[in-house]
């Protein structure tokens, strides 16, 4: 199991849980889920924030939020 953050660009992942409560709610209402599947779309050029497409849509994260989602890679 790896964090969000931890992803290389162009991987997938599916979300299978957290490690922070203080966000918990926060992801939840941005659709970050456990089961849903992750992509890393692009990474800014100092490497923070990340933008992954979730549930249809783009969604920009900091690492430290990233960093409290637990993933489990899907392979290519």
């Given amino acids: 199991m790896k964090k969000l953050s931890e992803l290389a660009l162009g991987r997938q992942a599916i979300i299978?849980?957290?490690n922070n409560d203080d966000i918990y709610i926060k992801l939840m209402e941005m659709g970050c889920v456990p089961g849903e599947v992750v992509t890393i779309?692009?990474?800014a050029p100092l490497g923070d924030p990340i933008?992954?497409?979730?549930?249809?849509?783009?969604l920009s994260l900091r690492l430290d939020?990233?960093?409290s989602i637990f993933v489990e890679e899907i392979d290519k």
């Fill in 16 to 18: 299978t849980s957290f």
């Fill in 65 to 67: 939020e990233a960093g």
């Fill in 51 to 58: 933008s992954i497409s979730i549930a249809g849509y783009l």
């Fill in 41 to 43: 779309e692009q990474i």
